[in-house]
């Protein structure tokens, strides 16, 4: 068929496989353009479709050799129905990984439930033996608790006071004052049972109880800090809450990592255009800003060179692993950079929907959130007529 972009708001309801493709492809080339990183050798990834951990996966396999395992929730393709991008992507790269000889493989399924961690822990048991390291990255909006039933579902809500603040609209370009509500106790609580460490926690237990951690197996969960300006709705609002909960519990399990000789760390990233941010007030404008000074400065990064920069310059140098105050690795580090701050507070404060398409760069957002579907990538014909129907080659 000849898939077009059908965008609803913040999402896209359509995926074009020759895109994402394309952007596995691309991907994995950087990688490769980067060398070899002395890394991990068998790689569990949970949330492995999409942005960071799709990006951990892929340097894994391409920049460290690594088997890989991957767990996601996706929708597959059928007859005229595109599959979700992860989807997609995943059967991009595990076409890709396999021509290299390399084990990639793959389930689909609800990675906060017990079912899927069983099925996962015997999968590694049956192909891996064990795992070196496994990378955290699920982002969900909801999430049913395993144990109780409970269905959780996560907000972005300032805690305290209402917050008010530009936003954008990133297709319309209409910049407009948007006032959020403080959130609740109980939203406060549910945000932190979906997006808090206590799932991590639950995975790295299940792993190890069943000796499928390597000597040394190393955790890594990704967060997210931003500058004061998206503060009262990001850090100190109730997904701040869980990311400090994902922070602490990267302490408890490197207690029980302990006789192994593991470790859990928390990598602090750079805000970027992925299904979970582009749906969060505020961010996008910020983002806006954000690429337009680091493209300027020329210190834009992307989600693969973000991740390859992780490994290859923080978790696998061969040395000890550079940490900030809060025992968290930095690879927001140019994101954060004061120079860059100064600049963006200061296009904040002149942002309008007149001035927006000077100051911001408003396409780069656009281009970034078509990306993600596999829409707008340079070398892809669209009125071609392409099989929707795509198998992934690892699927369990
Ligand atoms: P994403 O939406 O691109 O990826 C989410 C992944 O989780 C996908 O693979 C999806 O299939 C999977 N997933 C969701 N629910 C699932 C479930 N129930 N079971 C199994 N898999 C499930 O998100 P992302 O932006 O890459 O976020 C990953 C992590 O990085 C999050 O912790 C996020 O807070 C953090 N982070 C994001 C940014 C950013 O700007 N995007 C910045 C710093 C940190
Ligand atoms: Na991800």
């Avoid at 074009?16 to 070899?36: D, F, L």
């Avoid at 460290?64 to 059928?78: D, H, L, M, Q, R």
């Avoid at 404060?349 to 911001?360: K, M």
Wanted: aromatic share 8%; hydrophobic share 40%; with cysteine.
């Amino acid at each position: 068929m000849i898939i077009t972009p059908r965008v609803r708001g913040f999402i896209c309801l359509t995926a074009h496989p020759e895109g994402c493709e394309q952007n596995v492809v691309n991907q994995i080339n950087y990688v490769k353009s980067k060398g070899t990183v002395e890394g991990p050798k068998k790689v569990l990834v949970l949330g492995a479709s999409t942005g960071f951990g799709l990006a951990s996966r892929i340097t894994s396999a391409f920049g460290a050799n690594a088997a890989t395992i991957g767990v996601y929730f996706e929708k597959p393709s059928a007859e005229g129905k595109p599959g979700s991008p992860g989807w997609y992507n995943t059967a991009a790269f595990e076409k890709h990984a396999h021509a290299a000889g390399l084990y990639a493989k793959s389930i689909n399924g609800d990675a906060f439930s017990d079912e899927i961690k069983q099925k996962t822990l015997d999968l590694i048991k049956a192909d891996l033996g064990q795992v070196d390291l496994v990378i955290y990255s699920l982002a969900s909006p909801r999430r049913v608790h395993p144990k109780t039933g409970v269905v959780h579902n996560s907000v972005l809500k300032p805690i305290g006071q209402t917050f008010s603040n530009k936003t954008v609209d990133f297709h319309t370009g209409n910049v407009t004052e948007v006032s959020i509500t403080p959130a609740s106790e109980e939203d406060i609580d549910n945000t932190v049972a979906v997006m808090g460490g206590e799932d991590w926690a639950m995975w790295i237990d299940a792993l190890k109880a069943a000796d499928l951690l390597a000597p040394g197996a190393t955790t890594v969960a990704y967060s997210y800090i931003g500058p004061a300006l998206t503060e009262a709705v990001y850090r100190k609002g109730t997904i701040g809450r869980a990311k400090d909960h994902l922070e602490a519990t990267a302490f408890s399990i490197t207690d029980t990592l302990k006789d192994l000789n593991g470790k859990a760390y928390v990598s602090v990233n750079k805000a970027l255009v992925t299904q979970a941010s582009s749906a969060i007030p505020v961010i996008p404008l910020y983002i806006s800003l954000l690429y337009k000074v680091m493209k300027a400065k020329g210190i834009h990064e992307g989600t693969i060179e973000q991740i390859q920069r992780l490994f290859q310059e923080r978790l696998y140098t061969g040395g000890e692993v550079a940490l900030d105050e809060n025992g968290r690795i930095r690879i927001d580090d140019l994101e954060m950079r004061e120079d860059v701050q100064a600049e963006v507070a200061a296009l904040w404060a002149q942002a309008t929907t007149e001035t927006l398409p000077e100051i911001g760069d408003l396409p780069g957002y656009k281009t970034d959130f078509f990306h993600l579907f596999g829409f707008e990538v340079e070398g892809i014909d669209y009125e071609k007529d392409v099989n929707e129907v795509v198998e992934v080659p690892g699927l369990v």
